[in-house]
């Protein structure tokens, strides 16, 4: 009696639902309870034969594979429901959703000998393969035609209409299923929760959250993590300390999401307290959780606790791929890139294969520290290993040769990408902003539009940011419109000073006064970027009143101190000078020293002013008092106007000539061969004097000389610079 009863609720004879469509196949996607063993107590309903073939099938289909249980299935001469249940349950299991799709529309039709009517388990399989292959509407007319038909919807059933929908994107749908459910397990509110967290009603979730009667391990994993994804960190933590109270024993997620959190948040006590609840559960050996903790550590710049971690561990991780990736991805973000390049290195020389992820945080590291060559063979490394340029990569490798000074490369690897998304357009408007072609990149911003991608925040950053470097103020304020009233864009504080930047180096200097007024923007940032320009146009009433605000808003910053400072300078107002100096030494602030370097044979070549500390410091002084007497002869005059002490004008003179970057060309040009372009990178701002000096020396050396400066690059050949003087 009760198995006729189970038999009848679970296989009611229903009409056929209207055809389905069978897009590509899509991920996979994880259900709480397992279908292929679903598909086996399926398998009791039929014949002794039928249900002997249905378990082979199933048993099949797990050990063997679908192509060889689809064999024997080919082969049955009457299928039944069970051996249909086997087949497309396995599908569903095994990720092969376009296949399940095939083979539920073949049920329908009748192949093999009749039509079968789907029971309970089929119509799960089904739900979980148009979940996976994307096809809402599909499921949703599985959906429809199981109310409407009167199926007996079990709670895994139910989950699989919750999971459809959420998979899907149609979150609201999900809620809706989810408030029409009789019966609701943990599974079902986890679901449901992680839809408002993906749609991005975090206060619905939490509401879900305090709600839901079953609070274990995974559904405090869903909502902290569901919390950082959408940039709920504070809230995310409070849930940490919540679930420690409640006292829920972590598992292995639960300490990978904790590790992930103290690194977002940059709190490394908080961290060390879960490394040490993590070595107490005895989980310190789980690869995923391992990596998450050298993770923590590198997003909290403790490297050499992380470097500790990897050598005392990578030995027994069972994945150890990922943790050279952790480690290389973490010398990067700590602005080690060398160490990066040279722990890449050492993972080659251990017979570790270079994965595409890896790659990706070199060519990161080569291309912030200008190592060009480097870079050169991280893309052979791609081409030789047969490496896809997916987005990711592309995006790595395009801003690699950017920045390494070769736009010409970055644009080839922007051709040769097979998947362009918003990042790899973005990535190469950038590259054309900070060459200050500013045209090429509305044309890529507008090629963008074309192709149907949509801009985010920093492709607008970026093209006004290419606005400013090429004084398109029209242009500029044209996007920053359309930013607005187009794509909804908020503007933030790099946008305003891009605006501020914009009308500033354009000598508009009231106007951009007036715009900071106007949007009552309170940013130091902003203030700083006038008082620069203040400098460059001598406009000493806004620089006091760009000082005042700066000592305001950030009293130990250096920056702000050094331009007011130079202002007075610039002006011959030397008391105003001394007193804003000594104001700095009362304060503690330090000026950050100008750098200039250069690569030659996998070194780094670094040089400050003045610099005498490099073994060749007398034959890069003899050839550059040599190079100076000769720019004079070609018309070449000093600015010792921009000199910031009270000294004499030889003195001053002499000052300008042994700025870091002149000493690092004079060195390229000593020891690079004759026609081979010079790349010179400077942590701060190239002077207007230097400036003026590497066109001469481009001209008298017959040199291509590219320095990246802190804000953008200069292209030097013939005597002209790339940025026509407008920098």
Same mark, same amino acid.
């Given at each position: 009696?009760?198995?006729?009863?189970?038999?009848?609720?679970?296989?009611?004879?229903? #009409?056929?639902?209207?055809?389905?469509?069978?897009?590509?196949?899509?991920?996979?996607?994880?259900?709480?309870?397992?279908?292929?063993?679903?598909?086996?107590?399926?398998?009791?309903?039929?014949?002794?034969?039928?249900?002997?073939?249905?378990?082979?099938?199933?048993?099949?289909?797990?050990?063997?594979?679908?192509?060889?249980?689809?064999?024997?299935?080919?082969?049955?001469?009457?299928?039944? &429901?069970?051996?249909?249940?086997?087949?497309?349950?396995?599908?569903?299991?095994?990720?092969?959703?376009?296949?399940?799709?095939?083979?539920?529309?073949?049920?329908?039709?009748?192949?093999?000998?009749?039509? %079968?009517?789907?029971?309970?388990?089929?119509?799960?399989? =089904?739900?979980?393969?148009? %979940?996976?292959?994307?096809?809402?509407?599909?499921?949703?007319?599985?959906?429809?035609?199981?109310?409407?038909?009167?199926?007996?919807?079990?709670?895994?059933?139910?989950?699989?209409?919750?999971?459809?929908?959420?998979?899907?994107?149609?979150?609201?749908?999900?809620?809706?299923?989810?408030?029409?459910?009789?019966?609701?397990?943990?599974?079902?509110?986890?679901?449901?929760?992680?839809?408002?967290?993906?749609?991005?009603?975090?206060?619905?979730?939490?509401?879900?959250?305090?709600?839901?009667?079953?609070?274990?391990?995974?559904?405090?994993?869903?909502?902290?993590?569901?919390?950082?994804?959408?940039?709920?960190?504070?809230?995310?933590?409070?849930?940490?300390?919540?679930?420690?109270?409640?006292?829920?024993?972590?598992?292995?997620?639960?300490?990978?999401?904790?590790?992930?959190?103290?690194?977002?948040?940059?709190?490394?006590?908080?961290?060390?307290? &879960?490394?040490?609840?993590?070595?107490?559960?005895?989980?310190?050996?789980?690869?995923? =959780?391992?990596?998450?903790?050298?993770?923590?550590?590198?997003?909290?710049?403790?490297?050499?606790?992380?470097?500790?971690?990897?050598?005392?561990?990578?030995?027994?991780?069972?994945?150890?791929?990922?943790?050279?990736?952790?480690?290389?991805?973490?010398?990067?973000?700590?602005?080690?890139?060398?160490?990066?390049?040279?722990?890449? +290195?050492?993972?080659?020389?251990?017979?570790?294969?270079?994965?595409?992820?890896?790659?990706?945080?070199?060519?990161?590291?080569?291309?912030?520290?200008?190592?060009?060559?480097?870079?050169?063979?991280?893309?052979?490394?791609?081409?030789?290993?047969?490496?896809?340029?997916?987005?990711?990569?592309?995006?790595?490798?395009?801003?690699?040769?950017?920045?390494?000074?070769?736009?010409?490369?970055?644009?080839?690897?922007?051709?040769?990408?097979?998947?362009?998304?918003?990042?790899?357009?973005?990535?190469?408007?950038?590259?054309?902003?900070?060459?200050?072609?500013?045209?090429?990149?509305?044309?890529?911003?507008?090629?963008?539009?074309?192709?149907?991608?949509?801009?985010?925040?920093?492709?607008?950053?970026?093209?006004?940011?290419?606005?400013?470097?090429?004084?398109? =103020? #029209?242009?500029?304020?044209?996007?920053?419109?359309?930013?607005?009233?187009?794509?909804?864009?908020?503007?933030?504080?790099?946008?305003?000073?891009?605006?501020?930047?914009?009308?500033?180096?354009?000598?508009?200097?009231?106007?951009?006064?007036?715009?900071?007024?106007?949007?009552?923007?309170?940013?130091?940032?902003?203030?700083?970027?006038?008082?620069? %320009?203040?400098?460059?146009?001598?406009?000493?009433?806004?620089?006091?009143?760009?000082?005042?605000?700066?000592?305001?808003?950030?009293?130990?910053?250096?920056?702000?101190?050094?331009?007011?400072?130079?202002?007075?300078?610039?002006?011959?107002?030397?008391?105003?000078?001394?007193?804003?100096?000594?104001?700095?030494?009362?304060?503690?602030?330090?000026?950050?020293?100008?750098?200039?370097?250069?690569?030659?044979?996998?070194?780094?070549?670094?040089?400050?002013?003045?610099?005498? #500390?490099?073994?060749?410091?007398?034959?890069?002084?003899?050839?550059?008092?040599?190079?100076?007497?000769?720019?004079?002869?070609?018309?070449?005059?000093?600015?010792?106007?921009?000199?910031?002490?009270?000294?004499?004008?030889?003195?001053?003179?002499?000052?300008?000539?042994?700025?870091?970057?002149?000493?690092?060309?004079?060195?390229?040009?000593? #020891?690079?061969?004759?026609?081979?372009?010079?790349?010179?990178?400077?942590?701060?701002?190239?002077?207007?004097?230097?400036?003026?000096?590497?066109?001469?020396?481009? +001209?008298?050396?017959?040199?291509?000389?590219?320095?990246?400066?802190?804000?953008?690059?200069?292209?030097?050949?013939?005597?002209?610079?790339?940025?026509?003087?407008?920098?």
């Amino acid at each position: 009696m009760a198995r006729a009863a189970r038999k009848a609720a679970a296989a009611a004879p229903l #009409s056929p639902p209207p055809s389905f469509s069978s897009p590509s196949s899509g991920g996979l996607v994880p259900r709480a309870r397992d279908l292929l063993g679903r598909a086996k107590e399926a398998a009791l309903y039929g014949t002794p034969r039928e249900r002997a073939r249905g378990c082979a099938l199933a048993c099949l289909a797990k050990s063997r594979g679908f192509h060889d249980a689809r064999r024997a299935f080919d082969g049955t001469p009457a299928r039944s &429901l069970p051996a249909w249940t086997a087949i497309i349950s396995g599908c569903a299991r095994g990720g092969r959703h376009a296949d399940g799709m095939r083979a539920f529309a073949e049920m329908l039709a009748g192949g093999g000998g009749g039509a %079968a009517a789907p029971n309970a388990f089929v119509l799960a399989g =089904v739900l979980r393969c148009c %979940a996976g292959l994307g096809d809402v509407e599909s499921g949703r007319r599985v959906h429809g035609w199981m109310l409407r038909s009167g199926v007996r919807q079990d709670v895994v059933l139910c989950n699989a209409v919750l999971d459809m929908y959420a998979k899907c994107g149609h979150h609201d749908r999900a809620r809706r299923a989810f408030g029409a459910m009789a019966e609701k397990d943990a599974v079902s509110w986890n679901i449901v929760l992680s839809a408002c967290l993906q749609g991005g009603d975090v206060l619905a979730a939490m509401r879900l959250f305090d709600e839901s009667p079953s609070q274990d391990a995974s559904s405090w994993n869903t909502i902290i993590s569901g919390l950082m994804r959408n940039g709920c960190a504070a809230e995310a933590l409070d849930r940490l300390k919540q679930m420690v109270r409640a006292g829920v024993v972590f598992n292995h997620y639960t300490y990978s999401t904790a590790f992930a959190l103290a690194g977002m948040l940059s709190l490394l006590d908080l961290g060390r307290q &879960l490394h040490g609840r993590l070595v107490m559960a005895a989980l310190e050996d789980d690869a995923f =959780v391992c990596c998450s903790l050298m993770d923590m550590y590198c997003k909290c710049g403790e490297m050499e606790a992380a470097l500790l971690i990897f050598d005392c561990w990578s030995w027994f991780i069972g994945d150890v791929k990922f943790a050279w990736s952790t480690m290389v991805a973490g010398y990067v973000q700590n602005g080690r890139e060398e160490e990066a390049i040279e722990f890449f +290195r050492r993972m080659l020389r251990e017979g570790v294969p270079a994965e595409q992820f890896i790659l990706t945080s070199v060519a990161a590291a080569c291309g912030n520290a200008g190592m060009v060559e480097q870079g050169r063979q991280v893309h052979g490394f791609v081409e030789k290993l047969g490496h896809r340029f997916d987005a990711p990569l592309a995006s790595a490798m395009i801003g690699m040769y950017s920045k390494c000074g070769s736009l010409e490369d970055a644009l080839r690897i922007f051709h040769s990408a097979q998947a362009k998304n918003v990042a790899v357009w973005t990535t190469m408007l950038c590259s054309y902003a900070s060459y200050g072609q500013g045209r090429m990149a509305i044309e890529i911003f507008n090629r963008m539009k074309a192709e149907t991608i949509t801009p985010n925040e920093v492709t607008l950053v970026a093209v006004l940011s290419a606005c400013s470097h090429s004084g398109l =103020v #029209s242009d500029g304020e044209h996007y920053f419109k359309l930013m607005q009233e187009e794509y909804g864009i908020v503007p933030s504080t790099e946008h305003y000073n891009c605006m501020v930047d914009l009308y500033s180096r354009a000598g508009l200097l009231d106007k951009a006064k007036n715009f900071i007024e106007e949007n009552n923007i309170h940013e130091a940032i902003v203030w700083k970027t006038l008082l620069s %320009a203040c400098r460059l146009y001598k406009h000493m009433d806004y620089a006091k009143l760009a000082s005042e605000k700066l000592v305001q808003l950030e009293q130990c910053d250096a920056g702000s101190y050094v331009l007011m400072s130079n202002m007075y300078a610039t002006n011959s107002k030397w008391l105003d000078t001394f007193k804003l100096r000594s104001l700095m030494q009362e304060r503690k602030v330090k000026k950050q020293p100008g750098q200039s370097w250069i690569h030659l044979k996998n070194a780094v070549h670094t040089f400050v002013a003045g610099d005498v #500390s490099h073994p060749r410091s007398a034959e890069i002084y003899a050839y550059l008092d040599k190079l100076m007497e000769r720019l004079k002869e070609m018309g070449y005059t000093s600015r010792t106007d921009l000199v910031v002490h009270d000294v004499e004008e030889e003195q001053r003179e002499t000052t300008l000539k042994f700025h870091s970057e002149r000493l690092a060309i004079a060195f390229g040009i000593i #020891s690079h061969p004759l026609g081979m372009p010079l790349r010179i990178f400077k942590n701060l701002r190239v002077c207007e004097d230097c400036h003026e000096a590497i066109k001469f020396i481009s +001209r008298a050396a017959d040199r291509e000389i590219v320095v990246r400066d802190l804000y953008r690059f200069h292209h030097f050949k013939s005597g002209s610079c790339s940025c026509e003087d407008f920098w």
